[in-house]
């Protein structure tokens, strides 16, 4: 995939009640990512029952067939796969990725949630494709997920596990993105930041735009 690395996440406020609003404009979102050559996208609804992130991710697959984007569902490989998106993001509570390596298609994509050094290495040694390393920058969710750790401790895992992607995550901005990719960071990932539909093309082509400076 075309570097860096640009994963967009979704922001979780779907429910069944809101289901049919949401899901419309969360698709409309995901069609604009795949015109804009976006990275990845996560499907990352907790609220929703596996028969709709089924829906959901059927739906989004159809957008992202063929194209430059990969689709990934989070948590659940068994939902992913049916739907036929492209693989699986695992948060740290999830199952290991050596077992969805060793069960799943070659071919088939594991990201792993990682929040040291430590939690990279074994994605790495796992089989998984690519580690979120977060919190990189303060974020609004700081009682969950502890405190920032910064750009230093971004290069220092980035360099640990070289040829090893890892995509930076936690209070990403248009502010500061930058510091991450210079930091070694082979992309960033987000929730808030490019959750505009509007503004998503020029915040892409901005971080191109920077990487290529």
Known sequence: MREPLIYLITD????RENFSEKSS???KLIAKAVATEVSLIQIREKHLSAKLVFELASKAAQITKNSKTKLLVNDRADIALAARADGVHLPSN???AEIIRANFP???LIGVSAHSLEEVRQ???AGADFATFSP??????KKKYGAP???AKLREVAQTVENFPVIALGGIAENNFGEALKSGAKGIAAIRFFCDAENLEKLVEKIRDYKNE
Do not use: M, R, W, Y
């Open 123 to 125: 994605a790495k040694l």
């Open 149 to 151: 750790q910064g750009v």
């Open 106 to 108: 070659p071919d088939f």
């Open 12 to 15: 979780g406020e779907i429910t």
């Open 94 to 96: 999830s199952i290991d």
């Open 136 to 141: 990189i920058f303060a974020t609004a969710s």
């Open 25 to 27: 404009q969360t698709l």
